[in-house]
């Protein structure tokens, strides 16, 4: 069965740095999403992506944050100059379309000390 | 002020008994409603999308209702089993607005043998 994967499963960086967070989608699927888990508590939205540009972001995706999809298959969320409250589980999912379900992969634990 | 909120936060069942876990929220404008299955460190897993039309749909021994005038939703799982252990998620899909996808903070249900 086709799933999302991404890459790293946890990253460990320095405050100030920059990060790229990776994701392979389902190959048929137009609509891609990061979201993040900070731990203990709830999901939250970051952006989504279609027809190779973002269709909707919320308010804490902000100039921090960039997505591309360099290639045709990965989806990447980069996180500029990254602070110690970015720290949280990163995950991407992909749909096939906007009102269908989502298909959300294992996670990036991203750490930044 | 768009909310989604979740009941109980936490629940222990026996293993082959019925549980209704509940989902309440503030959110407008609505466009549709998810429930979802977190295993622990793991992203989420589908269970059932309905629309504000629908008013219920089963996937397997789950069933959800939609009562779209109260703004309530209901997960109703039969025949719990162990593999049932993980968090639920209910999140909800606004039309417009910067959070399009607002999560719950889920119920976390622990099966027991």
């Known amino acids: 069965e086709p799933e999302v994967t991404q890459t790293p499963s946890h990253q460990v960086t320095q405050m100030g740095q920059e990060v790229i967070l990776r994701c392979v989608p389902i190959?048929?699927?137009?609509?891609f999403y990061w979201y993040r888990q900070i731990l203990g508590q709830k999901v939250e939205f970051l952006v989504s992506?279609?027809?190779?540009?973002?269709?909707?972001k919320s308010e804490i995706f902000d100039d921090q944050f960039s997505v591309e999809r360099p290639d045709g298959s990965n989806f990447t969320l980069k996180i500029r100059s990254t602070k110690l409250e970015d720290s949280a589980m990163y995950f991407c999912?992909?749909?096939?379309?906007?009102?269908?379900?989502?298909?959300f992969g294992p996670g990036t634990r991203l750490t930044v000390t | 002020k768009n909310q989604v909120e979740q009941s109980p936060q936490s629940l222990i069942i026996l293993e082959g008994k019925n549980c209704t876990l509940q989902?309440?929220?503030?959110?407008?404008?609505?466009?549709?409603l998810r429930w979802y299955k977190q295993d622990t460190g793991r992203g989420p897993v589908s269970l059932t999308i309905?629309?504000?039309?629908?008013n219920t749909k089963s996937n397997g021994r789950y069933t959800a209702t939609l009562d779209a005038d109260t703004k309530q939703s209901s997960l109703h799982i039969t025949a719990s089993q162990l593999s049932d252990s993980a968090s639920y998620i209910c999140?909800?899909?606004?039309?417009?607005?910067?959070?399009?996808?607002?999560f719950g903070t889920g119920t976390r249900l622990k099966v027991l043998a």
């Open positions: 999912a992909s749909a096939e379309e906007t009102t269908y379900e989502q298909y």
């Open positions: 190959s048929n699927h137009l609509y």
């Open positions: 992506f279609y027809n190779n540009e973002i269709s909707e």
């Open positions: 989902c309440n929220y503030t959110v407008s404008p609505f466009s549709n």
């Open positions: 309905m629309t504000f039309s629908e």
């Open positions: 999140v909800v899909r606004r039309t417009s607005g910067t959070y399009k996808y607002i």
